[in-house]
């Protein structure tokens, strides 16, 4: 192992803790390698070959195959790399980003590794997996607006996936002849706000998008429910930008509450709940509320709707950039658990029931100055 690299979960790599589809095993990035730990055992295996701190790791849906980007220096290329889960090897790797790898994700076929490059490169790249060469690329946003951050696919379809960032959020098809990169924006109006996670729901009819504002954006696909149509004339539409509603009175008009230091991770679970993650280490549960009525007027008009109550809720140390839903054939329903890595790159484990939080990986945050042992 490279002494020169820190042994480590690294916190700070956004949706950078995954767990297999297998429920067995988590994976993370641990300083210049992609560590996959048995979650019983503990024991770890490493997947060595980056030359930089790797930035974001992926797992398909599958779990075939793991991908893996890394950072590098100003003016170098950044390295995006596909590994065999069970074979533990690289079968693939290309280096068409720019100094970052922000973000991985694969298409829900296990067709296609999308990575999105980072502020200095701004590009999307298609590689295909089976053939292992890079077939289409695409800038990931518009002049106009800022760089796009985060990247989540479709569940149903496999051509399609959705990127997020600076005042962008865009709905991306993969054509299957040409793999030409079609692309249409959320219109989202006078509403600017910056993206930073993006969830979809299972049925790919909407999704959420958690904001640095601290609420979240609500849109609509609108693709055909028929998953072999054509979406050459669909358009996403805004739904909403809801929060949780805060203490409020009758007559008066409920208050919108964000979550401080913005919403990292989103979580759609089957019974349609939510779990977010928040900056300021905010975990909860959130449902929708069933208004009856109108809301009362106000004499100013807030962008943001109350829309939302916290069933349950924890408070961990550090932000938190991952939320991942441990399930397996003996963890269903309330015995499930909850991971949330977080940038101080610690691990937590949440009972799904009892909302209670246990710290089950920890290590320094930066370099290590000295060490003792006591007499």
Known sequence: MNDLFPVRYIGSAIRGLKIHPDGEHIVYPMGNKVCIQEWKSKKMFFL????NSVSTVAVS???????????????????????????????????????RVEALAFSSDERYMISL???????????????????????????????????TPLNLRPNSFVTGGDANLRV?????????LDVVDVSLGKLRRTV???????DDAFGYAGTTTGDMIKFSINYPSDSAASVAHSKPTLLGCLAKCGHWKKGKTPEPVCYSQG??????????CLIVGAGDGTVDLLDEINWKGEFPKSKVVNPTKPYFKALKTTKLEG?????????????????????????SS????????TFSSLLVVTCHRCAINDIAFPK
């Open 48 to 51: 060595s070959g980056h030359s």
């Open 61 to 99: 849906p599958k779990g075939t195959y793991v991908g893996s980007g890394q950072i590098n220096h100003i003016g170098f290329k950044a390295t995006a790399k596909v590994w065999d889960f069970k074979k533990r090897i690289a079968i693939g790797s290309h280096d068409l980003h720019k100094v």
């Open 117 to 151: 490059g980072g502020r200095d490169d701004g590009s999307l790249v298609l590689w295909e997996c089976a053939l292992a060469a890079a077939t289409g690329t695409a800038p990931a946003a518009k002049l106009t607006t800022g760089d796009a951050v985060t990247l």
């Open 172 to 180: 991306w098809n993969i054509r299957a002849e040409s793999k030409n």
């Open 196 to 202: 930073r996670c993006i969830s979809i729901s299972k």
């Open 263 to 272: 919403i990292e991770s989103i979580l759609i679970m089957s019974d349609g």
């Open 319 to 343: 932000s938190i950039t991952s939320l991942e839903l441990m399930e397996s054939m003996n963890q269903r329903g309330e015995s499930r658990l909850l991971l949330a890595g977080t940038r």
């Open 346 to 353: 610690e691990i937590y484990a949440i009972n799904v029931a």
